[in-house]
């Protein structure tokens, strides 16, 4: 026994459980020093770029671009466009232009160049974990690590971070910003499909996901209704119900602590999503509620079946039938939420408790979070397949078009 404690104790403190040069299979990276720092630097100014505050003009966008391309996809390998197709030609004699200039020399350039531009770049607020990375989304969702913790952050305050299934570009947003977002994912959901996943493979034990503003999230975008695909509303509902389900399952297999910071209200699916979450924490001004009735629609996030065995089934059945809206006092109460903390302290008090969390033994957390959810993962996923289902006919239901109708016209509020 005390040469097994010997051998584990000499393991941790020589450093070995955290050096950098691990095994791929942990899901941890290798490769040397310098070349690390190469790539997190340069990713670094990728998100850096999003937060200038001034916009560069177009001659710096383009040089930005044409270096992107180069530092990503070597020296420019694709055909001219035509003389009339103006604007990616110019993007293309830019890329055209950097020659056979070598990937890491690009890279340099992009960072040395953003870092020019960044001095008036935002700082973070001051009780979040300290971001030393920041991985590349769309500006609707901000993703950093630091402190042991990846933050996903829902950022589309002012439409109360209702979740797109378009690329809607705010007017604020410069060209630079829709030019980042051609090398990135197109949605909300995409984005934080994404993010979950890089989250499950990367260093941070703890992952949360919470919201800018006054709302945690207002649930699905209604007006992802509006533009229709070629198919038709029929190709609309079949789209929307398999990006529903690849959504909801990288929650249920999610590897590590997941937990939900939630900031303010909550509607519709960032609701029944919580079921699927490690830990819940609420302000006290937060609200739940989950308007299906309401909308012709049905429940989705596998709440028919984590809402009933959280809650019991007559209080699941005012939620989910009638659109009952829970206090974040009366949520946890119910078992929805974790801990209710006052608004003038939320921040402060759940980062300080997370920061601490995320020093306990990275793997003993996965371990046990596998333990208690893996019995449950086959019935999840069956429940979120049969639950995408049954959505789909609902969103071809008059009832449903009548209802997001009705919202688009401003003549209810759910
Ligand atoms: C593909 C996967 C599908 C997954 C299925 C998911 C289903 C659900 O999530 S169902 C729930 C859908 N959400 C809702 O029904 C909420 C609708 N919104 C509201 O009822 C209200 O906006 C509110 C209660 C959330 C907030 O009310 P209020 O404080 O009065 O603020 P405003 O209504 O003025 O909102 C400001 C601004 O934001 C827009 N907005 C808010 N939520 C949504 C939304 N879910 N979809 C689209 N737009 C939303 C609102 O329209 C306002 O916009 P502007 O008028 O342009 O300022």
């Given at each position: ?24 299979a ?38 930005l ?30 890329w ?93 959901y995409?984005?934080?499909i ?13 992952t ?39 959504f ?20 519709g ?11 819940v ?7 739940f ?126």
């Amino acid at each position: 026994m005390a040469g097994f404690a010997g051998r584990l104790a000499r393991c941790w403190y020589s450093g070995f459980l955290r050096s950098p040069l691990q095994v791929p299979a942990l899901g941890l990276h290798v490769g040397g020093p310098a070349m690390q720092t190469s790539q997190k630097d340069f990713n670094n100014a990728v998100s850096q770029l999003k937060l200038l505050k001034e916009d560069p003009g177009n001659e710096v966008k383009l040089k930005l671009y044409a270096l992107y391309k180069q530092a990503t996809e070597g020296p420019c390998n694709v055909p001219k466009p035509g003389m009339l197709d103006f604007i990616n030609k110019t993007k293309w004699d830019a890329w055209n232009a950097l020659g056979s200039l070598s990937k890491e020399a690009a890279r340099q350039n992009y960072v040395d160049l953003v870092s020019k531009l960044s001095a008036s770049s935002e700082s973070p607020s001051p009780e979040a974990p300290a971001a030393d990375r920041k991985q590349p989304e769309s500006d609707s969702l901000v993703v950093t690590s630091g402190d042991g913790i990846t933050t996903i952050r829902l950022n589309r305050p002012t439409k109360k971070n209702a979740l797109t299934t378009q690329v809607t570009p705010s007017a604020r947003e410069s060209i630079l910003l829709v030019l980042s977002r051609l090398f990135h994912s197109k949605t909300m959901y995409h984005d934080i499909i994404a993010a979950l996943q890089a989250a499950s493979k990367d260093e941070s034990p703890i992952t949360v996901l919470t919201g800018s503003g006054d709302y945690f999230c207002s649930g699905n975008d209604l007006t992802n209704f509006t533009s229709l695909p070629a198919g038709g509303p029929e190709e609309m509902a079949r789209s929307s119900a398999v990006l529903l389900r690849d959504f909801v399952n990288c929650f249920i297999d999610f590897p590590k602590p997941l937990v939900a910071v939630v900031n303010g209200p909550a509607v519709g699916i960032s609701v029944t999503i919580l079921g699927l979450f490690d830990v819940v924490y609420a302000t006290d001004r937060a609200t739940f509620h989950t308007p299906f009735s309401h909308l012709g629609q049905s429940p989705e996030g596998c709440s028919s079946y984590t809402f009933p065995k959280i809650m019991g089934s007559s209080k699941a059945a005012e939620m989910l039938l009638f659109g009952k809206k829970l206090t974040a006092q009366e949520a946890c109460a119910q078992g929805l939420v974790t801990e209710v903390f006052p608004d003038s302290t939320f921040q402060k008090e759940v980062w300080a408790r997370l920061k601490a969390y995320s020093k306990l033994p990275p793997n003993a957390m996965r371990i046990s979070k596998q333990i208690i959810r893996d019995r449950e993962k086959e019935k999840l996923h069956a429940v979120n397949a049969e639950e995408s289902n049954v959505l789909r006919e609902r969103w071809l239901s008059d009832e449903c078009m009548n209802a997001i109708a009705s919202f688009l016209s401003r003549k209810s509020k759910l």
